[in-house]
């Protein structure tokens, strides 16, 4: 009922005047709370006062507060009134898990109150029968998730099935809404909402720094409706602390290495503990470092995306078990679902977001009465500030806020097709529904027509594929598909969630890496491991090693559509696969690190050896202040270093770094590289920088105008590897690319075409194409971190702080330490080519 | 990062079967002596030859192709052209060009010595004017579409050769010009390809990996790549 079937009575506290009111419930459900003795809390009953005044809701909890229930309190109060024909409550969440678990959790109290009420998952994992049973005989109340819904709609019989509908609940809803999942659930939304205007909506969410924006989200699609904002606070704060080593905090890096005998004691310590880490590999590598020193052999797990499900099903089946002391874990396991008891989660390496900080926390403990405990560790001393920032920041409850963008227009597209799946579309209904949509509320008329026109024939300047048209305008005026088998192609490519190409990885025996030994058949059939990116996989060579699934293995070589690797016993492997933070450190937390540095009188807090450290960097050098930048000049090992604390996030750095070269080339100041890490940038010349910014023939300000995000951002953006991912995803998901189908590559029905050179193409001859336009847009949520570097360079305008030391700062060692460990980023990566030719001529030299 | 720029400097030269070519950075080779023009696997008309199927990719790479050419052309100064086969993406695109692309081949075949070779893709003889052929021997070379093991002193296209070079950890990968003592593979012409590792069991029948050589296209100059940097994928 609520997520913790085990934890009924912590939900809900006992009352003492138990049988003096009826809470405004039919007698069966006030019954079956009453027989077990429970009241309902405040805001269970604030929904179902919502509900009697015919408003919308939206209900701001932290994880653990009988939220779902609350939800669907008001749908379980109108069925047990008045028998229902048809579906009556649409459940959507951003997880099929979720979907399945929830479902669970709402079927046993409907079972006890004696309620004919049927409860029913649809996700990509139903059978096909089912799926189709449900669309002729629904249940009264489905579970599903924002494509399953998109699908549904598709269908010509979608007026007949949602007809009934009297309410959508919305659970997660801060995990959707600013994204394409949430366009998408938007427009579908817009849809329901044409097809029954009674319908209300219950938004479930956690706490979010602007309940506003969900609440205006969730009224557009029915807009005579009102929202009532319904809030559940108190409970216990957080007990939250950092771990305090013994050991020396490293410098740089990002796998706590320092840490684990004392992560070890903490798990012996306690009952089950979640670790979450911020990326795939973090977790392999300290799942291999606890199991090194596991000397107890405490059941300690590893999960996370890239493993197979049925090894991930294991694990989570051994957690609700209770048979784990420990998961290690990664974003997977952030959302609501119940694992069971957790009493206390390990943040590893710096939380990088005070929301994302909050909603891990609150996976530790459902109880709501009771403190959930969480411990920091940072990974290195950078993340020693960033972590007392969070903290801080925990305490007061402070959310990191996201900007939202408008609707993505790839999913337009996509969504115009389905629409045009289910029925014949009439372009001015659809524009008034679609702008319905929140996302789409400003979307204009000639905007939407180019939608269409794309979807209809590609939407190009020249009329060529008239003859091949997906939609064809009819004589009523309306648009139809002109094929049944474009329904067939919409079906498969729905969604919004478009994965990099992956690979399967399969244990098999190694065939030896002998000298001279390079032929031989490689065993076949051993044990599937998960997933792993192409793009790793492709760069490795035989032999090559690396950790998966908590072990180190040896690369064997890629057939068909997967990856073979073996055993290996190697102790380090050979190829890092961190590749960089996956979630950029937020703007929030990112000032109030600068704020604390800023601050020596802020410092009592910290670690004796941070504290020292920037002590020392005040004495040599100079503190970065909150709103301005530190420059640091300094040579070594005969390179001239340039070193700057923007502290935006790695991301923002390395494209900073990328513009400052180029205006440095310009500049004649021979840049020979640079490396960039969440709080720092260096950039290495060859010719003395230091000197140049001193003598003033190079002028701080003007390297660091703000029109460097002009002209050379462009330029570079539109070679950018960055803007090539991101038209890719727009060309799938808007259906000019048809997805990979996992099996489907070999059947080689059809060639795909690569997106590169799509993008090339269109780049050249119709740079304002409707999808470039969807790509550029995109550009503006996927790339914040230039959106960001804008606000950095207009806040730093003029404040710009030049340091010119004789000798490295303290403050520059950790980002000088990545040096080497980073693949450094080439423009073009024209540098690999001219080594290699150079080393040809010195062969050819006889040198 | 930074890269020391390439000095513009003399055409870098190519020595294959005693003669003397000048690869381009478009992926042609001029061939002086003979004042020709060589490109492979132009694969015209291949983003259009989608739609059959709905796939509605940009129909500008026949286009992009024949700027590419008439580029090549008036800096070379080449008069003949020999289009070394798939310079049509399927036989069918002879009959899908757009008007302008039309009218520019029409143009084309008027005014240089060209000749067609059959590929896989458009193994048939068609009327756009110029020369079809299922190869060509030429001042003791033999002009084909696919690589041939017994065919010695040859020039093909039809495996798009690519490199990935990789140096300290670094990689990059580039279509490129691949030949031994007795063969040259060109890299695809058309902007609608791309390209296939030479380290690929396809390449191993065609050519001599004691002796191969390759030329990896850069972004201003061409760059002959030791052997050792290559790598897969």
Redesign the interface.
């Known amino acids: 009922m609520t997520k913790t079937t085990r934890n009924h009575s912590d939900s809900f506290q006992p009352s003492p005047d138990l049988f003096s009111q009826s809470w405004g419930m039919p007698a069966v459900v006030r019954d079956w709370f009453l027989a077990r003795h429970w009241t309902p809390r405040p805001h269970q009953l604030d929904m179902l006062e919502a509900d009697r005044a015919g408003k919308s809701a939206l209900l701001i909890a932290p994880t653990g507060a009988g939220k779902t229930l609350s939800g669907f309190l008001p749908s379980i109060c109108e069925l047990a009134n008045t028998p229902h024909e048809g579906l009556h409550t649409l459940y959507i969440s951003p997880l099929k898990a979720l979907a399945v678990d929830v479902a669970r959790n709402l079927v046993n109290p409907i079972e006890e109150m004696g309620l004919d009420v049927r409860v029913e998952t649809r996700t990509g994992d139903t059978p096909s029968s089912r799926r189709q049973r449900q669309r002729f005989d629904p249940p009264s109340i489905l579970m599903t998730t924002p494509e399953q819904l998109a699908l549904m709609l598709s269908h010509a019989e979608a007026p007949k099935l949602f007809g009934t509908l009297r309410r959508v609940v919305l659970d997660e809803l801060h995990a959707l809404a600013l994204s394409k999942r949430g366009d998408l659930l938007s427009l579908g939304l817009a849809r329901l909402g044409t097809m029954c205007p009674d319908l209300k909506v219950s938004a479930l969410s956690a706490t979010v720094a602007h309940p506003e924006i969900l609440r205006d989200w969730i009224a557009a699609p029915c807009p005579a409706r009102d929202v009532a904002m319904v809030s559940q606070t108190g409970g216990a704060s957080p007990e939250l602390s950092i771990l305090a080593s013994d050991d020396r905090v490293p410098w740089a890096g990002h796998s706590a290495q320092y840490a684990v005998p004392e992560l070890l004691d903490i798990i012996q310590q306690n009952g089950t503990s979640l670790l979450f880490v911020n990326t795939r590999s973090q977790a392999e590598m300290l799942f291999q470092s606890l199991w090194e020193l596991n000397e107890d052999s405490l059941p300690i797990a590893l999960h996370h995306g890239s493993l197979d499900v049925e090894q991930r099903r294991k694990v989570e089946a051994a957690m609700v078990a209770g048979k784990l002391r420990a998961v290690v874990c990664t974003s997977t396991l952030d959302l609501g679902i119940d694992w069971g008891d957790v009493d206390l989660v390990m943040q590893i390496g710096a939380p990088k977001g005070s929301s994302r900080l909050l909603q891990r926390i609150g996976r530790a403990n459902h109880r709501l009465d009771e403190p959930s405990r969480a411990i920091l560790v940072p990974a290195n001393r950078f993340e020693v500030l960033e972590c007392e920032a969070a903290v801080d920041a925990a305490e007061e409850g402070a959310q990191d806020s996201e900007d939202p963008q408008p609707g993505g227009l790839d999913v337009l597209a996509q969504h115009v097709l389905g629409m045009a799946c289910s029925a014949p579309l009439d372009a001015d209904a659809q524009f008034d529904e679609t702008i319905r949509a929140w996302p789409y509320r400003d979307l204009t008329r000639e905007l939407f027509d180019r939608v269409l026109e794309f979807v209809a ?4 300047a ?1 009329k ?2 008239e003859r ?1 048209a ?1 939609l064809r305008k009819t004589a009523d005026g309306t648009w139809r598909i002109s ?1 049944p ?2 329904a067939q ?1 919409y079906r498969l490519n729905v969604g919004t969630i478009v994965e990099e190409p992956m690979l399967k990885v399969r244990l098999v025996r190694s065939k030896a890496h002998k000298r001279g030994a390079t032929t031989g058949p490689i065993g076949r059939g051993g044990r599937m491991l998960g997933e792993m990116e192409e793009y790793f996989l ?4 035989p032999g090559d090693t690396f950790l998966f699934g908590g072990e180190i293995v040896a690369f064997e070589a890629i057939r068909d559509n997967e990856a073979y690797v073996s055993r290996s016993y190697h102790n380090n492997p050979k190829i890092p696969s961190y590749m960089g933070g996956k979630f950029p450190l937020s703007t929030y937390l990112a000032e109030r690190v600068r704020g604390t540095l800023a601050d020596p009188t802020s410092w009592k807090k910290l670690p004796d050896q941070v504290r020292e450290w920037l002590s020392l960097q005040r004495d040599v050098s100079k503190l970065p202040g909150k709103e301005s930048l530190l420059v640091e000049t300094f040579p070594k090992a005969d390179k001239y270093f340039i070193v700057c604390y923007p502290f935006e996030g790695r991301l923002a750095h390395q494209t900073l770094g990328m513009l400052l ?2 205006r ?2 310009r500049d004649r100041a ?5 490396v960039a890490s969440e709080y720092a940038l260096a950039i290495w010349c060859a010719l003395d920088v230091g000197q140049m910014f001193k003598s003033g023939r190079l002028s701080l300000d003007e390297l660091f105008s703000e029109d460097m995000l002009g002209d050379d951002l462009e330029d570079w953006l539109d070679e950018s590897s960055l803007m090539r991912r991101t038209f890719r995803n727009c060309a799938i998901i808007s259906g ?3 997805r990979r189908h996992p099996g489907k590559e070999k059947t080689g029905r ?1 060639m795909t ?2 997106s590169d ?2 993008y ?3 780049y ?3 740079p304002d ?1 409707i999808l470039m336009q969807a790509t550029r847009r995109d550009a503006a949520r996927g790339l914040l971190d230039i959106e960001r570097l804008g606000h950095c360079l207009k806040r730093i305008k003029r404040h710009i702080i030049h340091q010119n030391l004789d000798r490295i700062s303290p403050l520059a060692v950790p980002v000088m330490l990545e040096i080497g460990k980073e ?15 150079e ?2 001529m010195r ?1 050819a030299a006889g040198e | ?4 720029q ?1 000095q513009p400097q003399s055409p870098l030269e190519l020595i294959f079967a005693a003669q003397t070519f000048v690869p381009l950075l478009s992926g042609a080779l001029f061939w002086p002596a003979q004042n020709a023009l060589l490109v492979a696997d132009l694969h015209l008309e ?3 030859s ?12 026949t ?2 192709t024949l700027a590419k050419l008439e580029r090549d052309l008036s800096e070379t100064g080449a008069t003949r052209v020999f289009s070394l086969g798939d310079s049509f993406h399927r036989d069918e695109g002879t009959t899908t060009l ?1 008007i302008h692309d039309r009218a520019l081949i029409a143009e084309f075949v008027a005014h240089y010595d060209w000749v067609w070779i059959a590929g896989n893709h458009d193994p048939s003889a068609h009327d756009l004017g110029g020369h079809c052929c299922d190869e060509l021997s030429m001042d003791g070379l033999m002009l084909s579409h696919e690589p041939d093991a017994n065919i010695a002193q040859q020039i093909a296209g039809h495996l798009h050769p690519g490199a990935r ?8 990968k ?1 279509p490129c010009f691949v030949f031994d003592h007795d063969r040259l593979i060109m890299p695809s012409y058309g ?4 390209n296939l590792n030479v380290l690929k069991p396809a390449f191993r029948p065609v050519m001599n990996k004691e002796n191969m050589r390759v030329f ?1 296209i ?3 100059q061409i ?4 052997t050792k ?1 290559l ?3």
């Open positions: 024939t590609g939407g190009y020249l060529a594929y091949y997906r094929h088998k474009i192609q492709s760069q490795l060579m070269t180029r440095l080339e021979k840049p020979l590289g640079f000019l690319i048809e059809q075409m690569s050179l799509i090339n193409v269109l050249e001859h119709e194409h693949p450094i980023f080439g423009e073009g990566r024209e540098s690999v080519l001219v080594e290699a030719a080393e040809l062969e | 990062m930074s890269v020391a390439a291949k983003m259009s989608f739609a059959k199927s709905r796939q509605f990719f940009p129909p500008y790479d286009k992009a757009q070079i990789r140096i300290n950890g670094r990689s990059t580039r902007v609608s390809t791309g990896a850069g972004r201003d760059y002959p790549v030791a940097y790598v897969n994928g």
